[in-house]
């Protein structure tokens, strides 16, 4: 019983965890799913965001402002900042590169990354900047089944909370909304949703601001669990391996992808690890979507690829 | 009225496919070589301008010539042959460590056969050539997946193997001898018999290898194999269709880049370092190689090159030019406008001219041929 | 209607009709092959056959399956049912390799060009096939690589006379006017020296001038080569003329095969696609 409830604890904390890395996947599956871009500026979205949230927050909360006046306003000017930012990537990025194919568009993003990066920090500041919006000390339950119970962190029960209600609204946004459906029409076929009057260069602007939305709640997040830092782009690099085992189109695979990334690599690491010499979660996410890869190029969830020629 | 190409007949097929047809770029490039492999030894030797200290080899022209290999290398992958790698600084990190391994000697007990491995120290030559077929044995066996995996998807994979390499050499101690502090120090730079020890021999071994390799990489690219690779990027699925066997293109772009881009790594560690740690060859190295081989031009020898230069000299400008206006500039904030300067550019170029400087400079060299005249 | 065929294609196709090629024995026939994807029925249940240095055309309205069919040949398809007899080896599919090796080349629809090279580079690659020295070579570009490259050099100079397009050998595929990129295009499918040539609309987006040359190349091609040719096209008149058989496809079915004269004539075919027979 004690392995088992040790197993259970694991596995509780990793699938915890994955929900975190789906909430960054969110954000690359909506820009994916709507212009066809792979944007690996997702992470340095997460990581301005966050240092807009934080420093505004210590700014605010240094002046007297009360708490909750402090949050909400510091909310607003994150908004704000990434769409600014959102405009000016659509504007002097994607505008003119709207023909070229996809590796360049890539390669922009890649671009993009590295100019937020040095702008954030160059704006905001470089250091780690520690946030408290969620409570984070440690939740025991099941101890009447288990003897102590089993370990669960506050922090992750909120992230999955706030994970759930996000895809919610996103399936909803998508589904039920006039932009939502123009969303879908300018994913397929830009050039015929243009065709029908569908404004391409407003959409994308949407498309981008609500990723950098969703970039910044998955920044309330991580930023309560490690602080505001550079490091935080990195963590966006293991979103990477979430969309390829769910499927770069598709939001349930963003989620069903963290939870499998999350859980796997917290049991290699503790069963696989102390074999190896520990270290496993560096790389294992990686390893696990090349596996997947093989065997399933599109992703559990993702929609198959004809060609034609 | 120096550059023109009138007079200049070319009576042979040979002489039509030859790297610089134009007589003009011949000589210019005889000038460039004589330069580099007399011009600069001599100013080195005498401490004249702009070589009066140790200063431009060490931190300029030796890891410029160093990395321009290594974007040799990524551009065969990247620019000929259509694959994204993100994960070349473990393709060197992989050439570094069997090419230190290899120079100190390799035992590897079967105790399963009752047997063992044993090779002794090799010289430093045969190290670093292993070291980069070692490589270039690595990158076919990554390179395998990618006939079902295209595009983005192949990016990733290149992904996993940066950071499972970058674990390997961190934790699989048997790479670096079992040093207690993790770091290692490269062997004696012995070259038939030569000990190559100060800057100017330093320089001039990386300049032979860069030119033997560039040369040989220029004519793989002209020729049968170079072809292929092209195609298969440009529309594999009809380079199939005529008889191109995709496997075969991409499996040989992987084992070239990857040996090239491994000896670079190799000559990295043991020339310009001397003595490393596996951070040396992190994800970071890989965004660089691959910046410099977008920014000098995809598919491009020349813009291997330039892309190089371009990247390694941007931070010494980005420092010395608020400097000598007077402006007061932290070195963090040099670093980080080096990442907002390098995006940038990189985005630019992407929209104005996705071919990158090489291509700039060739533009460069058509007006050229019309000078003095507009058009 | 006789009159301006003549004048479409000229004397080649004067000196086509009156020449003593042989049409010999089936090169190349297809079994009742259905090709489905998903829900979608490409082809269903289509059998023909191609001689030995014939013209074969396959006509039919758009969606009638006659790409998939090409693509079926080449090997980039793989029937769902029915087989594929070439030069005397039943296959059920075929693979890309094993076609073009065999001898099957093919230019396409919508052009697949390598956008990143030259004229003379794309033509080249279509002898990427026949060149066998190794990468060790290649890297010295001397001795035996260097011979085989100007030897395939000189085979791909004749390819660019035979189709005028020296004045545009170095320059990049991507910059040429379409016309002249399906010039470039045959080209390459002719460096294969292939037994049998797949023409997916060779003559799409053509003015008169650029068709009567392409009718002249193909026709060239078919003469003096021997070449086997299938080609899809929309232009009856071009039919017509250069064409010994066709197959008639719509829907997926093969609705009439016969001599050009046959299949204008044939009531399904007037319905399906030709209209008013004039």
Redesign the interface.
């Known amino acids: 019983m004690l392995v088992f409830g040790q197993f259970l604890e694991v596995l509780i904390g990793g699938l915890l965890a994955g929900v975190l890395y789906s909430l960054v996947a969110l954000g690359f599956v909506l820009i994916f799913k709507a212009s066809g871009v792979f944007n690996f500026a997702q992470g340095a979205m997460v990581l301005l965001a966050g240092l807009a949230l934080v420093r505004s927050l210590d700014f605010l909360a240094a002046r007297g402002v009360p708490t909750w006046a402090a949050i909400l306003l510091a909310l607003l000017f994150a908004a704000i900042v990434m769409a600014i930012t959102a405009a000016l990537i659509q504007k002097l990025v994607l505008g003119p590169l709207v023909n070229q194919s996809d590796l360049s568009l890539f390669m922009a993003t890649i671009g993009i990354t590295f100019v937020l990066e040095g702008a954030g920090q160059m704006l905001f500041g470089s250091d780690v900047y520690p946030l408290s919006l969620f409570p984070t000390d440690a939740w025991f339950i099941l101890d009447s089944v288990f003897d102590g119970g089993i370990l669960v962190n506050k922090l992750d029960v909120w992230g999955g909370l706030i994970a759930g209600a996000l895809v919610a609204g996103l399936a909803i946004f998508f589904q039920r909304t006039k932009t939502g459906r123009a969303l879908r029409a300018v994913a397929d076929d830009h050039a015929a949703a243009e065709s029908v009057g569908i404004p391409i260069t407003w959409i994308w602007f949407v498309v981008w601001l609500v990723a950098g939305l969703v970039a910044l709640v998955a920044a309330t997040v991580w930023g309560t669990k490690l602080g505001v830092q550079f490091s935080i782009v990195f963590l966006a690099l293991k979103a990477l391996p979430v969309l390829i085992i769910g499927g770069f189109t598709s939001v349930p695979g963003a989620i069903v992808g963290g939870l499998i990334v999350g859980a796997g690599e917290k049991i290699a690491e503790v069963y696989l690890g102390q074999h190896i010499g520990g270290g496993i979660e560096y790389w294992f996410a990686y390893v696990l979507a090349l596996a997947v890869l093989l065997v399933r190029p599109q992703g559990l969830f993702g929609e198959r690829i004809i060609e034609r020629i | 009225m120096l550059y023109r190409e009138a007079g200049q007949f070319k009576t ?3 002489a039509d ?1 030859a790297i610089f047809p134009i007589r003009q770029d011949r000589i210019a490039l005889l000038l460039l070589l004589a330069f580099a492999f007399v011009g600069i030894p001599l100013l080195a030797h005498f401490q004249l301008w702009p070589l009066g200290s140790d200063y431009m080899l060490r931190a300029i022209l030796i890891p410029f010539l160093i990395l321009a290999l290594a974007a040799i290398g990524v551009n065969i992958l990247v620019g000929y042959c ?1 694959q ?1 790698s993100l994960g070349s600084g473990a393709f060197m990190a992989i050439g570094a460590y069997s090419a230190y391994k290899f120079g100190t000697g390799v035992h590897i007990p079967l105790e399963f056969i009752g047997s063992e491995i044993a090779i002794p120290p090799l010289p430093v030559l045969p190290s670093i050539l292993l070291g980069g077929l070692m490589a270039a044995i690595v990158g076919i066996l990554f390179g395998i ?1 990618s006939l ?2 295209k ?3 192949l ?3 290149t ?2 193997a940066q ?2 390499f ?2 390997v050499f ?3 101690q048997w790479f670096t001898n079992y040093a207690p502090s993790g770091s290692v120090n490269a062997p004696d730079l012995v070259f038939f018999g030569y000990f190559v020890h100060s800057p100017i021999e330093r320089y001039l071994l990386c300049l032979i290898f860069v030119t033997v390799f560039a040369l ?1 990489a220029k ?2 690219v ?4 170079g ?2 690779w ?2 298969i ?3 594999d ?9 995709p496997l075969y293109a991409k499996l ?1 772009a992987f084992a ?1 880049s990857s040996f090239i881009v491994g000896v670079a790594g190799a000559l990295w560690a043991f020339v310009y370092l001397g003595s490393w740690e596996p951070l040396a060859f992190s ?1 970071d190295r890989s ?1 660089q190689l ?1 910046f410099m081989v ?1 920014i000098g031009g995809l ?1 491009s020898i020349l813009g291997s090159f330039l892309g190089a230069a371009f990247i390694l000299i941007l931070p010494i400008m980005l420092d010395q030019v608020p400097h000598a206006l007077g402006i007061p500039i932290s070195v ?2 040099v670093s ?5 300067v ?6 630019y170029l ?2 104005v001219e ?1 071919h990158g400087f090489a291509r700039l400079w060739a533009i460069a060299k058509e007006k050229l041929r019309l000078w003095p005249f507009p058009y | 209607m006789k009159a301006d065929i003549q004048e479409r294609s000229g004397a080649a196709a004067a000196a086509h009709a009156l020449s003593d090629r042989v049409i010999g024995d089936v090169l190349l026939s297809v079994e009742n092959v259905s090709l489905a994807f998903g829900g979608v029925k490409a082809i269903s249940d289509v059998s023909f056959d191609i001689r030995k240095g014939e013209i074969r055309a396959i006509i039919g309205p758009n969606g009638a399956g006659k790409t998939s069919m090409l693509n079926v040949i080449n090997g980039f398809y793989h029937p769902n049912e029915g087989t594929i007899t070439f030069k005397g080896t039943r296959r059920r599919d075929m693979r890309p390799y094993i076609a073009a090796s065999q001898g099957i080349s093919r230019t396409f629809q919508n052009l697949a060009l390598f956008k990143g090279m030259t004229t003379l580079d794309n033509i080249m690659a279509g002898r990427a096939l026949k060149m066998r020295r190794g990468l060790l070579w290649q890297a010295l570009h001397w001795g035996p690589a260097l011979a085989e490259e100007i030897r395939h050099r000189e085979a791909v100079e004749k390819i660019i006379d035979f189709l005028e397009i020296q004045h545009i050998r170095k320059a990049p595929v991507g910059k040429l006017p379409y016309g002249l990129q399906k010039r470039v295009e045959l080209g390459r499918a002719l460096a294969m020296e292939p037994e049998l040539l797949l023409l997916d609309e060779p003559m799409a987006g053509m003015n008169l001038e650029e068709k009567k040359d392409m009718s002249r190349y193909i026709l060239t091609v078919n003469d003096q080569l021997g070449t086997t040719v299938a080609l899809i096209e929309h232009d009856m008149g071009v039919v017509m003329d250069i064409s010994d058989r066709v197959v008639v496809l719509e829907y997926g079915r093969k609705i009439a095969d016969g001599t050009p004269e046959e299949v204008q004539r044939n009531q399904r075919v007037i319905d399906a696609y030709l209209g008013i027979s004039h």
């Open positions: 042979s097929y040979a496919m259509g994204i997946p079902r995996i595009g983005l998807y990016a990733v994979a992904l996993a950071f499972f970058d674990w961190l934790r699989v040989i004519n793989l002209r020729g049968n194999i072809r292929q092209m195609a990027r440009d529309m699925i009809a380079a199939e269709l005529m008889g191109i066997r040989t070239v994800i965004l691959l977008i598919g963090e904030t980080l406008l080096v990442f907002v390098t995006g940038s550019l990189i985005c992407l929209i996705p």
